[in-house]
């Protein structure tokens, strides 16, 4: 997914009573054009562009200033619960020994800024992908920053050392604690945030650690499946489905895999999105299969 176009026409400007070449003060104030913030103005039919807000934030601060927290994930697309989903308010930080702004359209940030943390990308300066993860900490729960973390490792190729580095070079700050636990149970074969969700409420319920996305092969070898979390010693696999609205072929066929991998002994439980509603019996349906599956294996 790339992110939204900005269009060179309507890039954010700075408005002055002298006006710009081709267009006067009184013309930058009508309504074909979007006050961003004081003194910043944005074409209208951009106004909802989540890059170009961006750029219009950035536009009157210090060139110290990055985007930061929710802004830089939104700008590489990590996963954020619907809650922190809209792109305003816009996040920012600035070091500590730069004036903090306060303006209406941004939520600021005072923090100190190692320039290995801050990159440029489509034209806008933010906080790396590892950075942003230590910072996400303090507004995520344990099961969101795990499934942003998992998307850091998997997609940006950034290490759980390179996390905690990050994290401890930061010192004190809100989200320390809960950024250095989430690092531990990390892990970027992950394929979807839900996947993520599952694991961390197996985990959390103190089920054996699973493996991600897991190849099963039958007793000759053969290749059967990847399934998303895999107890091999019990032979049972969580899936999470949340292809709901999936085309019947597709259902088909997931329907035929799992059926092949029951016809080899392995005990399948399908979780789907609104089972998630209900924590305590999708545990007690993994519990469930996993005393089976031992029993089983105890039994040859």
């Known amino acids: 997914m790339e992110l939204p176009t900005?269009?060179?026409?309507?890039?954010?400007?700075?408005?002055?009573?002298?006006?710009?070449?081709?267009?006067?003060?009184?013309?930058?104030?009508?309504?074909t054009f979007t006050a961003t913030s004081r003194g910043v103005r944005l074409h209208a039919s951009v106004a909802d562009n989540p890059s170009s807000r961006w750029a219009a934030a950035l536009l009157m601060l210090p060139v110290q200033t990055v985007l930061s927290h929710v802004s830089a994930a939104q700008v590489v697309h990590l996963p954020l619960p619907r809650r922190l989903a809209h792109?305003?308010?816009?996040?920012?930080?600035?070091?500590?020994?730069?004036?903090?702004?306060?303006?209406?359209?941004?939520?600021?940030?005072?923090?100190?800024?190692?320039?290995?943390?801050?990159?440029?990308?489509?034209g806008l300066r933010i906080t790396v992908p590892a950075r942003t993860f230590v910072d996400m900490a303090a507004l995520l729960s344990h099961a969101d920053l795990?499934?942003?973390?998992?998307?850091?490792?998997?997609?940006?190729?950034?290490?759980?050392?390179?996390?905690?580095?990050?994290?401890?070079?930061?010192?004190?700050?809100?989200?320390?604690?809960?950024?250095?636990k989430a690092i531990d149970?990390?892990?970027?074969?992950?394929?979807?945030?839900?996947?993520?969700?599952?694991?961390?409420?197996?985990?959390?319920?103190?089920?054996?650690?699973p493996e991600v996305n897991g190849v099963i092969v039958s007793a000759?070898?053969?290749?059967?499946?990847?399934?998303?979390?895999?107890?091999?010693?019990?032979?049972?696999?969580v899936e999470y489905d949340g292809e709901v609205h999936a085309p019947m072929a597709q259902r088909a066929k997931d329907a035929a895999r799992r059926s092949r991998l029951r016809e080899h002994g392995w005990i399948v439980v399908e979780v789907v999105g609104s089972d998630m509603h209900h924590p305590e019996l999708v545990i007690a349906r993994v519990k469930s299969a996993l005393r089976d599956?031992?029993?089983?294996v105890t039994s040859h």
Request: charge should be positive; hydrophobic fraction near 35%.
């Open 185 to 209: 149970w990390l892990d970027p074969g992950a394929e979807s945030p839900r996947e993520s969700h599952l694991r961390v409420l197996l985990r959390t319920a103190r089920l054996p650690t």
């Open 87 to 122: 792109p305003s308010p816009i996040h920012i930080t600035t070091p500590r020994d730069v004036p903090r702004p306060r303006r209406r359209d941004i939520t600021s940030h005072h923090s100190d800024l190692r320039p290995v943390e801050c990159c440029a990308l489509w």
């Open 6 to 31: 900005v269009v060179p026409s309507a890039d954010p400007f700075r408005a002055t009573k002298a006006g710009l070449p081709g267009l006067t003060f009184e013309q930058m104030r009508s309504r």
């Open 146 to 180: 795990v499934a942003l973390g998992d998307v850091v490792l998997r997609d940006h190729h950034v290490t759980q050392d390179e996390l905690r580095d990050v994290a401890l070079r930061r010192g004190r700050y809100p989200g320390r604690g809960r950024a250095l």
């Open 293 to 296: 599956g031992s029993a089983r």
């Open 220 to 237: 000759r070898g053969q290749f059967l499946a990847r399934g998303d979390l895999v107890f091999r010693r019990e032979r049972v696999i």
